[in-house]
């Protein structure tokens, strides 16, 4: 059985640990949010596939074409309000693989 445990470190506060760099780090922020941006709207998508886009207030096939769009910026939304906790653990690993020795 593998080990799943979270070191204590991984665990402390983003804000709380040391950084080298103000603007790498902002890049990396920006990198772990578009990337629990992107997996949020992939776990979003399969909630509006059965949806019908007929009706008197359905979009019709054009509706259906830019759903993709729609699910993308309630993603980006949901990540910009606070987000599912990903982007902190994404960039702690990155910041982590960064301090190795290459």
């Excluded at 070191?7 to 760099?21: E, G, K, N």
């Excluded at 941006?37 to 059965?50: I, N, T």
């Excluded at 980006?76 to 702690?92: N, P, S, Y």
């Amino acid at each position: 059985m593998s080990d799943l445990s979270v070191p204590a470190a991984l665990l402390q506060p983003l804000a709380d640990r040391p950084v080298a760099s103000t603007a790498a780090t902002a890049r990396t922020r920006e990198t772990a949010e578009a990337f629990e941006a992107s997996f949020v709207s992939q776990m979003l998508k399969p909630m509006f596939e059965g949806l019908s886009t007929d009706g008197p207030f359905g979009g019709g096939e054009a509706e259906s074409t830019w759903r993709g769009f729609l699910v993308d910026a309630m993603a980006k939304q949901t990540v910009k309000a606070g987000g599912i906790g990903l982007a902190d653990r994404v960039m702690a690993e990155m910041l982590k693989m960064q301090e190795q020795p290459a």
